[in-house]
Structures are given as C-alpha cells and as structure tokens.
C-alpha cells in the first residue's frame, strides 16, 4: 500500500509539469498548423489576383512554382510555365510531382498541336519531337499516380496518332542523315482533329 501511495503522489506531483508539456507541444503544432494554412491562404490570394506571377521562383518552394507554372501556361507561356513546372516536378510530394509531369505533358503538347500547322510556320519535326517530350511526362506522371485519368488520356490520344508506340522519333535514312519515321511524318497531320485534356 504505501508502494502505491508513494506512486500515486509522485504522479500526482509531476502532473502540472506533464500537463504543461502537454500544453506546449500541443501549442507548438497548434503554431504550425497555422503556418501551413496562413502560408496556403496568401498563395491563393496571390494567385487568384495574379500577383503570384510577379514572385521570383524559388527552387525550395514546389507548391509555389506550381502554382506559377499554371498560371503562365493558362497564359500560353509555355517556356515559363516549364521552367517553374520542372522546380516543382522535383518535390517530395507524390501528388505534387505527378500534377507537375502531366503539367509538362501538357506543355508539350500543345506546343507538338502548334508547331504541326505547317501555314505557320509550324515543323513536323519540332511536332514529333514535342509529341515525344509529352508522351514521357505522362507516363511519368503515371507511373507516380497509375489512376492520374487525364495523363492516360492524352498519353493515349498521343499514341492514337502515333500508330506505332515506340519510343524514338528518328530512323536512319538511306543517304546516311537521320529522319524522321514515316508514320511520325504523317500522324501529325492528325493533331488539329483530336483534343487534349486541359491544364492539371
């Protein structure tokens, strides 16, 4: 018995000490979790005011970039947009990084869709090329995130106007010169009847 009083009155002793341990810790993750939504709540209002694209990039900041790299692609930027998409391709965040490859994806293809009108000055070869870079990013993104339903999407619509789903864009050409696969020159005549999932 005197065992347990002892016990019972050391706890008893120690309790506003753990009690105000308790509180501190939990005050301090209090702290930080208005941080994280303060920090949430200005990138918002940055970017709904697009005041966000006047910020410099920052290579820590993922969300950030992201954030920046949509804005600039919604504003047909896409040499920005890559830029800030590919700070925020490298986070940690599984899901971030997805919508950052599929984001890239995106540019891409649309640039593939600009540069097969050939009247403007577009090129097959700049096309196929892009088509390639697009087809890259959404397979990384879905390696990531398999259920990413839009990245499947234009990845097939990609190979839809790529008969052959193969990885390289060129083959050698009897003179030597490296061209050029044949169906590569002619499935981008198909880009201006099919549409892309839009931004992520």
């Known amino acids: 018995m005197k065992i347990r009083h002892k016990i019972r009155q050391k706890l008893l002793d120690n309790l506003p000490r753990t009690l105000l341990v308790l509180a501190s810790l939990l005050l301090l993750a209090s702290g930080y979790q208005f941080s994280l939504w303060w920090k949430a709540h200005q990138l918002n209002i940055a970017y709904d005011n697009k005041t966000l694209l006047k910020q410099s990039l920052n290579n820590s900041e993922y969300l950030h970039a992201y954030s920046i790299g949509y804005l600039l692609a919604s504003q047909n930027k896409p040499v920005e947009a890559s830029k800030a998409f590919n700070i925020a391709e490298v986070t940690q965040d599984s899901e971030l990084r997805a919508r950052a490859k599929y984001a890239i994806g995106n540019v891409h293809f649309e640039a593939a869709i600009a540069s097969s009108n050939i009247e403007k000055g577009g090129s097959h070869r700049r096309a196929v090329e892009r088509v390639l870079l697009a087809r ?20 097939e619509l990609i190979d ?25 020159q002619n499935g981008t005549a198909l880009m201006k009847d099919n549409t892309r999932r839009g931004l992520p």
């Open 160 to 184: 839809r106007l790529s008969p052959e789903k193969r990885s390289e864009g060129y083959e050698n050409t009897p003179d030597g010169t490296i061209g050029l696969q044949p169906y590569q």
């Open 136 to 155: 890259e990013a959404y397979k990384g993104a879905l390696r990531i995130k398999p259920d990413m339903y839009d990245a499947r999407y234009n990845l």
